[in-house]
Each structure stands twice: as C-alpha cells, then as structure tokens.
C-alpha cells in the first residue's frame, strides 16, 4: 500500500479547490476518497499528478463541480416538494374556511363567519399566493417568464387585499381596486400576451386566455365601480325628493 | 458483468442503508469497496453519485458524521440514527416487494449469488 506524502495530500487538496469546490464537508470527503483510491490502487512507478487528474476525471463527467452541482439540486427538488405539500395544505385550509365562513353568513352566524372569512383572507394573501408565486416561479428557466409570475403573483394578493378591504368597507378599497385593475390590464395583461404569442405552440390558448382576462377584469370593473356610481346617481333624486318632501 | 447506471437508478439508497445497517460506521471509499466486493464487480458505485446521496441521507436526518482525522486529513465516517434504521426496513422491505414482482412479471426465479 502506498503512502503519501504531506506535499502529495495538499496537491491534491489544491487540485480540489481549484476544481471549485465550496462546501468544505464535500472537500474533505473528496480528499480523503482521492487518497483512499490513491493508497490502494497506485504503484510507485506511476506519474503522481496524472493519476490524480485521471481519478478525478472519473469522478465527474464534467469535473468535481458537478457533485456539489448534483447536490445543490437535490435539495432545491426536496425543498420545492415540500413547498408543493404546504401550497395544497394552505390552499385546502383556505378554501374550507371561505365555504364555511360563507355557509355562516348564509345561516346568520356573523361572528364566526367574519373571523373564517378574514382567516381565509389572510391566509391566501400572506401564505398562499406568495408561495403559488414561487413554486410557480422555480418551475419556469427564462427570467421573463418568472417575472411574468411575479407580477401574475402581485395582481393577484392586490385583488385579495381590495376584496378584503371591500369586506371591512374600508375607505381605500375603491382606490387598491382602481390600483389592481390598472395593473391587471396595462402590465399584466400585455406581458401576459406577448410572452406567450412568442410560442408557436402556445399562440392560440395565449390570445384565448388574454380576452378572457380582459372580460374577466371588464366585468369586475362594471360590478363593482360602474355599479358604486349607478347607485350613488340613484341615492341623489332619493334625497332631493325627500327634502321636498319635508319643504311641504 | 457491470449494471447499467439505468438498472441501479433508485437501488442506491436502499444498498447505502443497508450497508450502514450491517456495518456500524462506514466512510465513503469503504461503501464503494464493499458495494464492488459483495456484488462481485457487478454493481460500481461512482463517487458522482454516492456523495450527493450522503449529503441528503445526512439532512433528512437518516444518517449522522462523525469526523476523524487520518493524518493531515479528515475521515467522514457516517452511521444510521433510529429514523435511518427505520427507513432501511421499508425501503429493504420495498425492494424485496419490488423484486418479487419482476421475478412474477419476467416469469424467472431469483438465483442467490
């Protein structure tokens, strides 16, 4: 059995750095392999450094990189698993307690219909949607693509925020609304559109999909802001009415 | 004969564990020399593929380290924890499932080397 050398042991532990290695627990691992395969397998007649870059070769396709590589993967596929698990498990518990706070408002049950209702709001918009963003976002290679989602992400807890607010009738839903609205259809809806026109396969659901988002926002607009303006027009002849009502 | 790197995708871990499970600590080199002994040269664990599976036995909790140094350098020597023993059962139970089934599918009879 060979025995190296103090001098041999930092060769090959330069050779390993110099490979690229950052993690110092995959280096010494690496280097006490190497001395292992060196120890066991090398005759004294052989050329020292070729026998070290010919292990190493062998070790990895594309270098020693490529193990550190292989495990940074690993964990980002157990990491997105386990944000695929909390994503449902979010998504479920948000989507029971809009039926149930909903099935309570039904049946006047306010208090515990407000408080499931709000729950399922703060849920989706602290939990949910920021980690649908993500997942969603890791899943796509191009940046423009994952800014795309991110922006999908921001309109979306936006609509949440002003529906929320609508609830509470809080002052500033009407503006978060306008706010949403716009970005929906002068950010989201365009970048939407000419990131998915550029695919030839995807050509037809992209235009499909982006007059349904126009509809969609269309008919969002006339519910809640044309709707507001019909019935503040109506409340002024009620009021003018009544006033003379009470003159005479 | 030397198995193809098709055939031993997800065979891995299950021989890791199994390893560990008869030998109370082992480090790197060690695994792949049993690994080429006890399948006579048949199965060729490559380091490519061993390191990164150390790595996220360690961090599932399945296997612990424990360092020592041999010299001027640093041995990992690693060892399974309850959850590890654990997790070789199902997964030697799982494989033996598994084998049983192709032997039915293939329609052969499993020979002990």
């Known amino acids: 059995m060979y025995t190296l050398t103090e001098e041999q042991i930092d060769y090959i532990r330069n050779k390993i750095e110099i490979e690229g290695i950052e993690s110092e627990g995959l280096k010494s691992s690496l280097l006490d392999h190497i001395c292992c395969l060196i120890e066991n397998k090398f005759t004294y007649d052989q050329n020292f450094e070729s026998v070290v870059n010919e292990i190493i070769t062998q070790f990895y396709k594309t270098g020693l990189r490529g193990i550190e590589s292989d495990i940074a993967l690993l964990i980002n596929f157990k990491n997105s698993n386990v944000m695929k698990f909390l994503l449902t498990l979010t998504g479920l518990i948000s989507s029971a307690l809009f039926l149930t706070g909903s099935f309570f408002k039904i049946i006047n049950w306010q208090e515990p219909a407000t408080i499931c209702i709000y729950l399922a709001f703060i849920i989706a918009i602290i939990v949910l949607l920021p980690l649908l963003g993500i997942v969603k976002a890791k899943e796509r290679k191009l940046n423009s693509e994952k800014l795309l989602i991110y922006c999908g992400t921001v309109v979306g807890i936006l609509y949440l925020i002003s529906m929320f607010l609508l609830l509470k009738h809080s002052s500033l839903a009407s503006e978060l609304w306008l706010i949403t609205l716009f970005i929906s259809l002068f950010v989201f809806t365009p970048a939407f559109y000419f990131t998915g026109i550029k695919k030839p396969g995807l050509k037809f659901n992209t235009s499909i999909i982006t007059i349904l988002i126009v509809v969609f926002i269309g008919i969002q607009f006339s519910l809640t802001n044309l709707r507001q303006k019909k019935d503040d027009d109506l409340k002024l002849p009620i009021a003018q009415s009544i006033k003379v009502i009470s003159k005479h | ?113």
């Open chain 2, 1 to 113: 004969m030397i198995y193809s790197s098709e055939l031993l995708k997800g065979t891995l871990k299950t021989i890791i564990l199994k390893l560990l499970a008869d030998n109370k600590k082992m480090y790197g080199y060690e695994m792949t020399q049993m690994v080429k002994n006890i399948s006579q040269d048949r199965i060729q664990i490559t380091e490519g593929s061993l390191y990164p599976l150390l790595h996220i036995l360690e961090r599932e909790g399945f296997v612990t380290t424990k360092n020592e140094y041999i010299g001027k350098r640093l041995r990992k020597y690693y060892s399974l924890s309850h959850d590890g023993k654990k997790e070789t059962k199902e997964k030697v139970k799982e494989m033996t499932d598994f084998m049983s089934t192709m032997a039915q599918l293939l329609s052969i009879k499993i020979k002990t080397i």
